[in-house]
């Protein structure tokens, strides 16, 4: 049996956001500023792949970060999960995806922290960009 192609990871991306009901242009974003899209990405604090997953979320996702699908999966389940956690609050859950749920709970919102700031700003500020460019529906891409 042949071996199935490969999916590309902005393939994957969308996939994983069409699973868990998360607008693709979202998930594309989040993948883009976390990553540049590359599958083998390390940060300095030690987040891995496509959407930037730390060994201990992956873990607890039961995802292996180093599988793109996977950790594509696990990052829009995660992402989602937080949606869901904040009330459907994009600022409050992309915080929470950026500098964890529990620096969110102790603010009560976005924490004062120049980077998860700064995240949040770029991410919203791009998505809603796609937004508008596609007339105001939700973007695809």
Known sequence: MPDKPRLSPQEVVV??????????????????????YRVDAVSP??????????????????ADPLDPEQNADAG?????ELLERYNYSAHRAL?????????VDKYRGVPPFAETRTYVDRVLGEYLRR???????????
């Open 45 to 62: 604090k030690g987040a891995v792949g496509l959407m930037q997953l730390m060994p201990g979320t992956a873990a607890q996702l039961r």
């Open 15 to 36: 996939k994983a956001a069409e699973r868990y009901g998360l607008p693709p242009a979202l998930l594309d974003v989040v993948a883009r500023v976390e990553s540049g």
């Open 131 to 141: 937004v508008q460019a596609s007339g105001g529906a939700t973007a695809k891409r």
């Open 95 to 103: 915080a929470a995806y950026n500098a964890g749920p529990g620096a």
């Open 76 to 80: 829009a389940r995660y992402l989602r």
